[in-house]
């Protein structure tokens, strides 16, 4: 799972040195696609294994583990492919107001959080 990481790290500044829009977008769906190609056979065989293979692959301690860990396969999938994808839109820059939005984001999400830990423990 470490794969989009490192693509995504060999990709940015190859993505800011690029001056041409059109040469960016084609590089950055060529990235996505090879990632998306590369990490799918890894989802669907961790998707569709059995206990025995976990139970292989990680020993007897990972054997509770197994359920959450094929349930989050798909996120775990798509969040490589953003991870690689949001570096277009990293090396185009961020605005000023899309920036204040993701700080009302941020803010959005976490005055909930410190209102319900001390609450729900």
């Not at 693509?7 to 940015?12: D, E, G, M, P």
């Not at 509770?64 to 775990?76: I, N, Y």
């Not at 999938?77 to 991870?83: D, R, S």
């Amino acid at each position: 799972m470490m794969f989009p990481s490192r693509r995504r790290t060999a990709l940015f500044p190859k993505l800011s040195a690029t001056k041409e829009r059109e040469a960016k977008l084609q590089l950055a769906n060529k990235a996505v696609l090879v990632t998306a190609a590369l990490m799918l056979p890894v989802v669907v065989i961790c998707r569709t294994g059995r206990g025995s293979h976990y139970l292989a692959a990680f020993g007897r301690n990972f054997i509770p583990a197994v359920s959450p860990f094929v349930w989050l396969m798909p996120g775990t999938y798509f969040l490589g492919i953003e991870t690689v994808m949001v570096q277009l839109l990293n090396s185009e820059g961020f605005s000023a107001h899309y920036r204040r939005s993701l700080d009302r984001g941020y803010n959005y999400q976490r005055r909930p959080k410190f209102l319900a830990i001390p609450a729900m423990g």
